[in-house]
């Protein structure tokens, strides 16, 4: 048992077939599935679906072959009578959950990363770090395919398994993970975009003028204002044009009858996001 979760309340690290990133994922839960289970609380515990499986939680347990076969977003109850909705995670429930080393990426940025690297299908990305993958998994689902340079062996296979997990084979001729230091360089040659997310960006600026076809976007994200303000000079003095930097705010709202306002509170600081676009 692991708390009141139990042994299957975690994410075991084999591949699933599921959630499918490309295709509409099929109507019922089956084995194999990654699946989240959301008690009356909104609280979410994620866990691949085995046979002779079971899902622990402080008010009972759930049979994984009672959830097989049912429509995906169905409700069960825990051998104690709970409430549960089953449901196929999306890639942000899955992001929160997901086993981490390094500092990951959240969904609030990773959208606006999606259109302000205008990433789509077939769009070349060198992606520097890796980290934990959460970028990796959002731009592989966008139909991106992406070659990333992590210094960090652990991070790297962390990474690996996790894109492994959510994406399958659906992103596996996408996806290719290197061991290197970007800051020595980067071996890519015309590739549509460089996507940052390490310490010193700014150190990166001149592989990325190598590596970027003319019209190629850079991107960095960096937790703080030194490091927009390097990156920047960085970009400056090499051959970009309509740099920018922004920083996304998401507030989320309570609504319970006529009680309509702000949550009290909400995330202060991720990062911020710098983008370039390579002239010719
Ligand atoms: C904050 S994490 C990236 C998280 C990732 N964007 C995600 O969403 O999961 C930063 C990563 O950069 C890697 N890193 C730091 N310096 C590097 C370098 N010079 N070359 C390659 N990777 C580097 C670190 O090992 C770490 O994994």
């Known amino acids: 048992m692991n708390g ?48 002779g499986g079971q899902f622990h939680s402080h008010a009972g347990f759930v049979e994984h072959d009672d959830v097989v076969g049912l429509p995906d977003a169905s409700t069960v109850l825990t051998t104690k009578g709970q409430r549960l909705v089953v449901v196929r995670p999306t890639l942000s429930d899955f992001v929160f959950k997901m086993p981490r080393g390094a500092q990951v990426i ?56 996790n ?9 596996a001729d996408r996806y290719r993970i ?28 001149p592989h990325a003028v190598e590596a970027l076809r003319p019209g190629g976007i850079l991107l960095a994200y960096t937790p703080s204002t030194v490091q927009v303000s390097q990156v920047r000079d960085a970009i400056a003095e090499a051959p970009f044009f309509d740099a920018s930097t922004l920083e996304v705010m998401q507030r989320g709202w309570y609504v319970e009858g006529a009680a309509v306002r702000p949550d009290h509170r909400m995330v202060g600081h991720t990062g911020f996001l710098t983008v370039a676009r390579r002239l010719a």
Request: glycine residues 10%; proline residues 9%; aromatic residues 6%.
């Open 178 to 205: 290197e061991l290197r230091d970007c800051y020595e360089g980067i071996d890519e040659r015309s590739v549509d975009r460089v996507v940052l997310d390490l310490p010193e960006p700014w150190r990166v600026v």
């Open 163 to 171: 894109v492994d997990r959510f994406a399958g084979e659906l992103a």
């Open 4 to 51: 009141d979760l139990g042994d299957d309340a975690g994410i075991p690290a084999e591949p699933g077939p599921s959630p499918r990133p490309t295709e509409v994922a099929p109507a019922a839960l089956r084995v194999g599935d990654l699946v989240q289970f959301v008690d009356v609380k909104g609280r979410r515990y994620q866990a691949t679906l085995r046979p």
């Open 106 to 161: 959240y969904p609030k940025d990773l959208g606006p990363i999606l259109m302000l690297a205008d990433i789509a299908p077939g769009v070349r990305v060198l992606e520097s770090g890796v980290g934990s993958g959460a970028l990796s998994m959002a731009m592989l689902r966008a139909g991106a395919e992406v070659v990333g340079y992590e210094i960090r062996e652990d991070f790297a296979e962390r990474a690996q398994a």
